[in-house]
């Protein structure tokens, strides 16, 4: 993964977590990861989401 990432994992929610290695491989690649449920505050989710974030909503 080329420079410094910004991911932003969202997750249907927390009993439906959905490909749990895929964070630690961004991890490895070099990405900031940060994750979501959509039950979380959908503010600091928002907020998360600004600037140079890649969103990932993760379906299962």
Do not use: W, Y
């Amino acid at each position: 993964m080329s420079g410094n990432k910004r991911v932003v994992l969202i997750h249907p929610g927390p009993e439906r977590a959905c490909m749990p290695e895929l964070a630690e491989a961004l991890r490895r690649a070099g990405a900031e990861v940060e994750q979501f449920f959509m039950t979380d505050d959908l503010g600091k989710m928002l907020d998360a989401l600004q600037g140079d974030a890649l969103p990932v909503v993760v379906k299962g």
